[in-house]
């Protein structure tokens, strides 16, 4: 997959469960987060429903994950 970065909103994230999704601009796919892949672990407890980030796509295990996720 590319490793451009890419922009788009947060869709939801559960810092209890560490995951969410982001939906990304270009695509308005649902693309899976995990909190291990933020940029800066303190934006777990940050991080809401329509927060614009910068991202890059990875391959992960069941597709693919946004990667470097940083608040924009």
Do not use: W
């Amino acid at each position: 997959m590319q490793n451009s970065r890419k922009t788009g909103a947060v869709k939801f994230f559960n810092a209890t469960k560490g995951y969410g999704f982001i939906i990304d601009d270009d695509t308005k796919n649902d693309v899976f987060v995990h909190v291990s892949d933020l940029s800066d672990p303190r934006m777990k407890n940050t991080l809401r429903s329509g927060d614009f980030v910068t991202f890059e796509i990875k391959d992960g295990k069941k597709g693919i994950k946004a990667v470097n996720v940083k608040n924009h």
